[in-house]
Structures are given as structure tokens and as C-alpha cells.
């Protein structure tokens, strides 16, 4: 799908205020058949003739005619299957029978594996008996299509996210995986960035020929990193990783001396240990991938090169060299967003936490309706730069907002300052879209912002008790 400059004003007629930084666009994207079906076209009987169901599909321009009986949906009829037919034929001797037809609810995930099974070009969309639309597979392709990293080609967060939900919700049990390029950032900086972009080419290219299709699903998840979910077992999950960390061994010959990008894997899921209902499984997903993030970070940290990172391993002390504790992940802790409308403008005000400080940042535009999400997104970033009393060095590239019951999903892609690039991805939901839009912000900085956190704490370690001499913020209780 296109984007579209109806859902928002354009960025020239914002008038944003000096200082702040609106993204050229925002993107509702699909998720659903529901979200892609064409209205219901006129249904034909079975005795209809060739020649008037040829007559009807011209008049209508519709890529093909659902087929009933007593109210009952018996087959479709494409113009291709009416081709070379007599015309005084009927259609039932034409139609594809026993179609499985998409249901509006159903995942675009789902919907292309229905129409590839039955290698149709378009299906009836059925409502509880009802007929209700159709969707076309060239709809399907597209809006995947939209989901993809161009660089790679491999999908983005947003798709492993809903492959591994639908694998949940069917009872499968699920593995996250990690995968963290070692060396890349020197490479890139020494050799450039089109060198670097060919490293992650290639990268993705090795990650995916060791993957098997039927379980295992890849993503770009941002920057240097990519993940991976399978519903493999544990064991094989683990040997899996493995073969992933072996696989991703690329030479490179800087200034006379050869340097070689390899990855870090973390990997997490795969025993269940409580039951889960409908509403836990988004948050399931969500808590694997951080998981298996952390693992990833572990593994480079260690020299391990995997590690298979537990909710026990976050939640128990682990003790290190010295007797000191591990320190868990520093986090910023969003309080609020909200958006206010004032004389010709709209405010967007978001608060961050860190520890006993809480930080506003606000942005202003004349916008509203779709376009609003973009100023919680900025007003997010204008919250982060106080905190770390520097700008955040990124800009908000593309945000997208997809309704999921009764909650909003948020994906958040950040492009990193000119001369810099880096691509950062961030998802999240909650009942609030303006929640939503700045905890997928945040998600998407985490890694980053909880290591310059980590630095403020090492320079100024009083800090971690409460505001210190120096005015720095308490870094006690941090979570997102």
C-alpha cells in the first residue's frame, strides 16, 4: 500500500516549531484481510450461464464472482476459468469448488498461505456466514512487500511478531532468537558504509539459507542486529544457534590486517512454564525478545558467543567476579503521553522516569487526527535528549499503528544522524495509542540508551541512591 498523504497533513503545512523535527510520514499499516478486502461483488448461482457470468465480471470489473446455493457459498469463478468455455455452459462446471474462504480477522500472514494453498488469485472473505468482501493475493504481496527492509529484503519486527503470536495461539511453543554482529561497527566506520551495507546483505542472506521456511521465520530487527523465532524444540533451537554463530564468519581486510565479522546469539522461549490465555500471548512475545536481546548482549560481553537467557536469569541474583551483583538493564520509565488541542496547534507532552526524576518533552504542530502519533513520537525524543542532556542523534523515520483488539500496536523506525546511518525498531501496544507510539520509541532506543545510562552511572556512582551533588538523575528502580 502506498503511502498516502490524505492520512496526514503534509510536513510543509505543519509549521513544526524550531528545534523540532517531524518524519515525512506515518503509516497505518494492514494486518489484517479486513484491512485489504475489496466490498462484496454481486454472488451468481451455480446455473448461470458462461456467457452471463463473462457479461456480469465486464460490467462489475471484478476479478471474479463467489458462487451460491441456498445462500450458501458452493465455489468462485475467475475470468481465467471462464476462458474457452462453451457459453451455454453453467458455471458450477467451471467454478473452483471447496474453496476455503479468508475470514476478515484473519492475519495477512494466514491469508497468503490460504490463497498459495489453493494457488488462487483471489478469495471470497466470509463473516460468519456471510459474504462479506474479497482479497486479492496481489494485495496480500504488496502489503507484505511494505513490511520488508530494503536493504535486505528480510521482513521487519512487526512480521516476526505476528508469525510468532499466531504460532502461540495455535498451542506451539516458540524460540527467540538473537543474533548481534561482532566487529561491525569498526568495519563500517574504517571500510564505510556501503561496505558495511553489503556485510548485512550478506549477513541476512547466510541467516536465512540456514533457516527451514516451515519453522523457523527471520527479521531485520534493526541496525546490526536480526532475530529469528522458531518453533523448533529447545534442543534444536539450541543447535540452531550454533549453526548460526558458525555460519556468520566474514573476513575483512582493514588497512593490511584482517578482521572478521562474526555474531553473538541469545536465545530464549521454548519450555512453557505457566498456561497461557489470548491476552498474555503478545506480552509473551514481547518478553522473548527482550530476553533473547539481553542473551545476545551477554554473549558478547562473556566471550560465550550464545547463551540461552531465562525469566529465572533476570529475576535471581547472579554474582560476579568480586562479589559484586550484576546490575540489571537500566530503563527508562514512561509516566505518560498525552495530547493536548490548543488555539490552531496541537501539544503532544510525554514523561520519562529515571528513578526519582521525571523529565517533560513536548512538541507542537498545527496538525491532528492521523497525524498526531508523530507529535508523541517527537515529543518522546525531545524527553530522551533531556535526559541524557544531549540530542538523541535520531530521527523518527516511518511509525506505524495497527489496531489489535482492544489495544493499538506501535512500530517505531528510527534513522540515525547524517553520516551515521542506522536503522532502530521498536514495537509496542497498550489501550492508549499515544502510549503506544512512545513505548515503541523507547523499545527502539533501549539497547542504546540503557548503555549511555550505564556510563552515567559508572561516572557518577551515587546517582544510583537518589539525585546526587552533582544534580545527576537517580538511575534506582528504571523500567520501561
Not at 180 to 199: E, P, S, Y
Request: with cysteine.
Amino acid at each position: 500500500m502506498a503511502y498516502d498523504p490524505s492520512f496526514e497533513p503534509r510536513v510543509s503545512d505543519q509549521h513544526p516549531p524550531a528545534g523540532h523535527h517531524l518524519p515525512t510520514r506515518m503509516r497505518n499499516s494492514p494486518s489484517t484481510v479486513a484491512d485489504l478486502m475489496t466490498p462484496a461483488p454481486e454472488a451468481i448461482h451455480g446455473l448461470t450461464t458462461v456467457a452471463a457470468a463473462i457479461d456480469l465480471i465486464s460490467a462489475l470489473g471484478a476479478p471474479g464472482l463467489p458462487v451460491v446455493e441456498n445462500d450458501h457459498l458452493i465455489g468462485f469463478i475467475t475470468p481465467i476459468q471462464l476462458l474457452r468455455k462453451p457459453l451455454y455452459r453453467t458455471v458450477a462446471e467451471a467454478m473452483s469448488k471447496d474453496v476455503i474462504p479468508a475470514t476478515p480477522d484473519l492475519p495477512l500472514s494466514y491469508a497468503y498461505d490460504l490463497l498459495a494453498r489453493q494457488q488462487a488469485e483471489v478469495l471470497p472473505v466470509v463473516d460468519r456466514g456471510r459474504l462479506v468482501g474479497l482479497i486479492s493475493l496481489t494485495a496480500v504481496l504488496e502489503a507484505r512487500h511494505q513490511e520488508r527492509d530494503p536493504l535486505t529484503g528480510l521482513p521487519w519486527a512487526a512480521s516476526l511478531r505476528n508469525w510468532a503470536m499466531g504460532a502461540l495461539g495455535r498451542g506451539e511453543e516458540v524460540v527467540i532468537l538473537f543474533v548481534d554482529l561482532d566487529n561491525f561497527g569498526i568495519v563500517n566506520k574504517a571500510l564505510g558504509h556501503v561496505v558495511g551495507d553489503d556485510i548485512l546483505r550478506s549477513v541476512g542472506y547466510l541467516l536465512s539459507a540456514a533457516l527451514d521456511p516451515s519453522t523457523d521465520v527471520i527479521c531485520r530487527y534493526g541496525g546490526d542486529e536480526f532475530a529469528i523465532a522458531t518453533t523448533r524444540r529447545i534442543e534444536d533451537a539450541t543447535a540452531l544457534a550454533q549453526r548460526l554463530r558458525e555460519t556468520v564468519n566474514l573476513p575483512v581486510e582493514i588497512e593490511g590486517t584482517q578482521e572478521r565479522v562474526t555474531a553473538s546469539v541469545g536465545f530464549a522461549g521454548g519450555r512453557r512454564v505457566e498456561p497461557r490465555t489470548a491476552a498474555h500471548i503478545a506480552a509473551t512475545v514481547d518478553d522473548l525478545l527482550t530476553l533473547a536481546s539481553r542473551g545476545s548482549t551477554l554473549a558478547k560481553e562473556s566471550g560465550q558467543g550464545i547463551v540461552h537467557h531465562t525469566r529465572r536469569d533476570e529475576e535471581r541474583d547472579l554474582r560476579q567476579p568480586g562479589g559484586r551483583y550484576r546490575r540489571r538493564e537500566i530503563r527508562l520509565r514512561l509516566d505518560h503521553a498525552v495530547v493536548s488541542a490548543e488555539p490552531h496547534q496541537s501539544v503532544a507532552t510525554v514523561a520519562l522516569g529515571l528513578g526519582d526524576r521525571v523529565v517533560h518533552g513536548t512538541a507542537a504542530a498545527r496538525i491532528s487526527g492521523r497525524a498526531v502519533p508523530l507529535l508523541v513520537a517527537d515529543a518522546t525524543l525531545a524527553a530522551i535528549a533531556q535526559v541524557i542532556a544531549s540530542s538523541s542523534g535520531f530521527l523518527l523515520e516511518d511509525l506505524s499503528l495497527m489496531p489489535s483488539e482492544n489495544e493499538t500496536v506501535a512500530v517505531a523506525i528510527l534513522a540515525g544522524a547524517p553520516g551515521q546511518p542506522e536503522r532502530l525498531v521498536g514495537s509496542a501496544r497498550a489501550a492508549d495509542a499515544h502510549l503506544a507510539v512512545s513505548r515503541a520509541v523507547l523499545d527502539a532506543l533501549n539497547r542504546r540508551l540503557s548503555r549511555i545510562l550505564e556510563g552515567m552511572l559508572q561516572r557518577d556512582p551515587e546517582a544510583q541512591h537518589g539525585s546526587s551533588q552533582t544534580g545527576a538523575p537517580s538511575l534506582q528502580s528504571i523500567e520501561n
